[in-house]
Each structure stands twice: as structure tokens, then as C-alpha cells.
């Protein structure tokens, strides 16, 4: 049985009883173990562990203990917000189809507790609804596959919402970074040249960076009977050794990746490829960048990410994406969440290691400053936000250049956005001077179409569960006035 003797960092009980049976259920799902092995091993009986997970019995303090103690358990992850299923239920409640049911947030997020199974089923069908009135908007509803058909979530949407659940960590893949690493004995200023060698000595594999003529619109091409990775020459440094990481990961690491792959069990063909990619793309971050010496560097830093992103040869948006991965147990960094987004407000990618603030379904709020990261090129945009339900974030946000490498003219700008919960902004550089306890806070909504906040002038929508209010003889602050 686990020893009661550590005091890791836990949430204050007083008189208040903690009802965690979803999370409970959560964790014991992501550690792949049965109730009556878990029970086992925190010492209670099946049954009076089946009563914690049904929120029969208040999880004691003693018990959170021996959750630390027998999985290496940061309680953070179970004391936090659901950084997912209430939110996403309550979104999905907004819906004005389901106005007369006045399901309350504090009901949408009880059943997130209790059932957080049956309430992402819910919001993937919400998903699919919105999905399938999007293709009757453009026409597109009859498929090749049947009339009337549509896929039920999109690859896309499906990894997306598995990272999401993973909190944008893999141990396995962490643990195979570590061991691939040690084996290359590089410096990590100028890693390209031992991935370069490690792929000819040990896979045959040559690498070339290629002219854009050649490449015929790819940035990466591996020429499997040739054995040549082909680079385009428009990539970055940090790009090339990225592309030169991946395939070393496919060929270090086929069997660990395929193994991942099959046990998340994705429906079709296209999502399992689409994961493979995505997984594999992780262990070249993880290769770029090791846990526990990118980890370090960035504590000492103070996160600052323009200071530790020379000595790993990386990009600023290769890092803040890894500093989003960093949920090891008993090494944890700040629990980041991450989005990237274009000057259309068109968002290409999205990660969290902890509670996100913005819409599953949607955009980000236009209050929040990322976006006017594109008229301060290259410079850091700080700002603390709030959400509705008070939580309180800080956020860093910069613009990113990316190079489509077809023809001249088609570099693009990205904005970058970053941010934590505010009791984690102490650890920042770039919060140094904030008031922590009393900053000047912007409010936010997760999305317009669900966002209830009044007398917004940045409004582009009224809210889907509320009336759009229009009077003749006045103009409201808003150019979307509703009924509250």
C-alpha cells in the first residue's frame, strides 16, 4: 500500500467535501486499470471505491494522498476545472434549440462530472449537427457516399478531441525522445547534423535540400525506394532539422507509433493516418527539444521563450507548441494552452495542457489582443483576461512568419497566442510587475454566438439562446443588442 508520509501540493478540504467520481473515472480510464485493481492499490475496498466514482462518498484527504503516492498524481488535475466537458456541454446547452429546457450551468457542468462520457457523446453530435447544416449552406450535402450522408466528426475534429482528452501529453513518446537522444550524443545548438547522420549511418536514408522547382509544392518528401528525405530549400534551419527529427521518429520509433495509434482505436483510415502524423511530429518536437532540459531552461528563464530558443536551434512557435506537451508526472511545467491563428481569425491550431478558456466550436473572443499582435510585428503582447465564470488567464501573444515555399509573395503572418491560468503568471518573465492580485483585466467570451456578456462593441453576433433586440428609435452600444 502507498505511504501516507509526502504532502504533495493539494487542494485546501476545510469543510468543503470534494466530489471528483468523474475524474476518478477519467483517470482510472487513462491509466488502462480496473476498478478492483485501482481499489487495490489505494487500499479500499471495489465496492467503496464504485460509491467515490458514483459521488455516493466525498474523496477524503487521505485518499487524494494515496492518488499521488500510487500514480505519481499532480492533484492539480483533479482539483482543476474540467477544462473540457462542462465547458463544452454548457456551449452545446446554449443552443436556442434547447431554450425551453432552462438547463442550468451549474446542471450542464454536473452531469460534465458525473458523466463526462455521455457529455462528450453530446457534443460530438452537437458537432455533427453543426457539420451537416454546414454542408446544406454550401450545397455540398449530397455525398459520393449517398445522398444525404456526412461524415460523423471530421479527422480533424477526432484527433483534436483526443489530444485534447490526453492533455497534449505522451509519456511513451517522451520516454522514446529521451532514449533516441541519448544514442545521438548531439549538441542540441546544431542537432541537424547528427539526425543528418544517425539516418545515413544506421537507415541508409540520404538526406538533400532540394530547389523549390523540384520539389513541386511539398516542403518534406521522403523517397521511400530511393532512400532520400528531400528538404525544400525555403524551410527555416529549425524547420529542416524538424523535417530531418520526423523521419529519424518514423524510423526509430515505427513500432511505438504504430502500437499508439491502434490503442486509441480511430474510425477509418483517414483519422488514423492523420494521428500517426500528429504522433510522430510530437516525438520530433520531443527529439528537438528533450523534456528535462527544455523543461529547465525554460524555468530559469522564466519562460521566456526568444532567450531558451537559441540554445535548442527551434522557432518561437516550435516552442510555445512543446511548452504545451509538459504534463509528466512528478515534472510538470506551467499547464500552457496554445493557438495559432491567421489574420481572418482562422484558427489552425489549438492545444491545452490545462483549462481553455475559448469556444470548442468556434473562434476566440476579438477582445482578446492576439489579434492585434499583426500590428506589432515580431514583438510580445501581454494581457490578462477573464472569462464569464471569473477565471482569470494571462496571456502572451506575437506573430509568427511561416513560408509556403511555392512562389515568392506567399509567406504569410500568424499570431501565435500563449497563456495560463493567472496564478501561474509568478513564474512568467513577462508578467514581472503585474499585480497579480488586483490587474487590469479584459473580459472575454468563449465565442460571440454563445458569449452572453452585454454592450459588447466588438460583438459580431447575438447570442444563439437569446432574441436579437432592434428598436427604431435608439442604437445601442452593441451592433447586436439582445433580450437578457
Not at 25 to 37: F, P, W
Not at 146 to 161: A, K, L, Y
Not at 163 to 188: C, W, Y
Request: charged content about 25%.
Amino acid at each position: 500500500m502507498a505511504t501516507l508520509d509526502k504532502k504533495p501540493s493539494s487542494p485546501k478540504l476545510g469543510d468543503k467535501k470534494l466530489f471528483l467520481g468523474g475524474r476518478l473515472k477519467r483517470l482510472r480510464r487513462d491509466l488502462g486499470v480496473t476498478q478492483a485493481r485501482m481499489a487495490e492499490e489505494l487500499g479500499v475496498s471495489p465496492s467503496y471505491l464504485n460509491l467515490l466514482e458514483r459521488n455516493q462518498r466525498p474523496v477524503t484527504a487521505q485518499i487524494l494522498l494515496r492518488l499521488a503516492d500510487a500514480y505519481d498524481l499532480d492533484l492539480r488535475s483533479l482539483s482543476a476545472d474540467d477544462p473540457g466537458g462542462g465547458a463544452g456541454l454548457e456551449e452545446v446547452l446554449a443552443d436556442k434549440m434547447f431554450a425551453d429546457l432552462g438547463v442550468s450551468r451549474h446542471e450542464a457542468a454536473e452531469v460534465a462530472e458525473l458523466s463526462p462520457g455521455l457529455a462528450e457523446a453530446m457534443s460530438r453530435l452537437y458537432r455533427a449537427y453543426l457539420d451537416r447544416g454546414r454542408l446544406i449552406d454550401l450545397g455540398a450535402f449530397e455525398r459520393p457516399d449517398g445522398p444525404g450522408t456526412v461524415s460523423e466528426q471530421s479527422p480533424t475534429d477526432w484527433v483534436r478531441d483526443l489530444v485534447g482528452a490526453q492533455r497534449n501529453h505522451f509519456a511513451e513518446l517522451e520516454t522514446l525522445a529521451d532514449k533516441i537522444v541519448a544514442q545521438l550524443k548531439a549538441d542540441p545548438l546544431d542537432l541537424g547534423p547528427a539526425v543528418r547522420e544517425r539516418l545515413q549511418s544506421r537507415f541508409n536514408i540520404q538526406t538533400r535540400v532540394m530547389p523549390v522547382e523540384v520539389m513541386t509544392g511539398s516542403l518534406r518528401r521522403y523517397d521511400h525506394h530511393r532512400k532520400r528525405l528531400m528538404l525544400s530549400e525555403t524551410l527555416a534551419h529549425a524547420s529542416r532539422t524538424f523535417g530531418m527529427c520526423y523521419q529519424l521518429g518514423l524510423m526509430e520509433g515505427g513500432e511505438v507509433l504504430s502500437d499508439l495509434t491502434d490503442r486509441f482505436k480511430a474510425p477509418d483510415r483517414a483519422t488514423r493516418q492523420l494521428l500517426k502524423v500528429f504522433l510522430d511530429s510530437y516525438l520530433a518536437a520531443a527529439i528537438m527539444m528533450p523534456y528535462e532540459p527544455f523543461l529547465a531552461a525554460m524555468e530559469a528563464s522564466g519562460y521566456d521563450i526568444e532567450r531558451v530558443r537559441p540554445r535548442f536551434g527551434i522557432s518561437y512557435e516550435q516552442a510555445a507548441q512543446r511548452l504545451t506537451t509538459l504534463g509528466r508526472a512528478g515534472s510538470r511545467g506551467v499547464p500552457f494552452f496554445m493557438m495559432r491563428l491567421d489574420a481572418a481569425g482562422n484558427i489552425s491550431k489549438r492545444f491545452a495542457a490545462g483549462p481553455f478558456p475559448f469556444s470548442r466550436f468556434g473562434g476566440a473572443c476579438p477582445r482578446w489582443n492576439v489579434h492585434d499582435s499583426f500590428k506589432t510585428p515580431g514583438r510580445i503582447v501581454t494581457q490578462v483576461i477573464e472569462t464569464p465564470d471569473g477565471a482569470r488567464y494571462f496571456t502572451l501573444s506575437r506573430t509568427v512568419r511561416r513560408t509556403s515555399g511555392l512562389q515568392a509573395g506567399l509567406e504569410d503572418e500568424l499570431v501565435v497566442g500563449l497563456g495560463c491560468e493567472l496564478k501561474y503568471a509568478g513564474k512568467l518573465v513577462h508578467a514581472r510587475g503585474l499585480d497579480i492580485a488586483n490587474p487590469i483585466t479584459t473580459e472575454i467570451g468563449p465565442s460571440c454566438r454563445i458569449c452572453e456578456r452585454p454592450a459588447c462593441p466588438q460583438r459580431a453576433a447575438a447570442p444563439i439562446n437569446r432574441t436579437l433586440l432592434v428598436e427604431e428609435t435608439s442604437k445601442s452600444l452593441s451592433p447586436f443588442p439582445f433580450l437578457r
